[in-house]
């Protein structure tokens, strides 16, 4: 049987209302992603959800430390040399651009001084991220781990454990040429003159050789 005029009524209704539905979550997806270009672009802000931890580009995760830390000590992983350690502050703190600039170029001129020294093991404070919320700034972590994980550094601490959902994390992060032995512990002091960070500690074990360790702690 043919559809009465209030059927025909009620279906050309509900595709136009389905059809505008359909319309209006599309350009709240298109501007949403176009948002989301043009801060990561311009600002290096990025989306990163309202988990607990946040996501990191795939080859600076690959880079982190992996939970349990290394099955079986290296053999003689520093026999017969002296070993050389780097402590450094960075002093890039997202919320004090204007007295501590230039971050960029400074984490490169030191990105080059580690790799034609070889230390190591590189200790950096103040090497933050920051989250607002759903958003976070990770970038200058990522490219520095980026580019020294080519050149060696292949055990680094993961610093998310310490990023607030509203603030800056510890800003510590320690990589090394030795393997991590255990997986790395964060430690943040209760109470600091600086609200906006998250300070504290962070301890590593790291393996010398087949039983030697050394324990450093970089705060």
């Not at 389905?18 to 989301?36: D, E, Q, R, Y």
């Not at 030191?110 to 230390?119: G, H, K």
């Not at 190591?120 to 919320?133: A, I, P, Y």
């Not at 090394?176 to 300070?199: A, D, G, I, Y």
Request: charged share 15%.
């Amino acid at each position: 049987p043919r559809p009465t005029r209030l059927e025909m009524n009620v279906l050309v209704g509900g595709a136009s209302w389905f059809t505008s539905m359909a319309n209006t979550h599309l350009n709240k997806i298109v501007v949403l992603g176009l948002v989301n270009a043009l801060l990561a672009r311009y600002f290096e802000i990025r989306y990163v959800g309202f988990g607990k931890t946040i996501e990191l580009n795939p080859e600076v995760s690959a880079a982190l430390e992996i939970e349990g830390g290394v099955k079986e000590r290296p053999q003689g992983a520093t026999e017969g040399r002296k070993l050389s350690i780097l402590s450094h502050n960075v002093w890039c703190h997202y919320g004090q651009q204007w007295y501590a600039p230039s971050a960029r170029k400074r984490l490169t001129c030191l990105q080059q001084e580690i790799i034609d020294r070889q230390y190591d093991v590189v200790m950096l404070q103040e090497l933050f991220m920051l989250r607002c919320g759903p958003f976070a700034i990770t970038s200058n972590f990522e490219n520095l781990v980026l580019a020294l994980q080519r050149h060696g550094y292949h055990s680094i601490t993961d610093p998310r454990s310490s990023l607030p959902f509203f603030g800056q994390n510890s800003g510590l992060v320690i990589l090394s040429r030795l393997p991590l032995l255990n997986q790395s512990t964060q430690h943040l002091f209760k109470s600091t003159s600086e609200k906006v960070c998250n300070k504290g500690f962070v301890h590593a074990q790291l393996s010398l050789g087949p039983s030697s360790e050394l324990h450093i702690v970089n705060t």
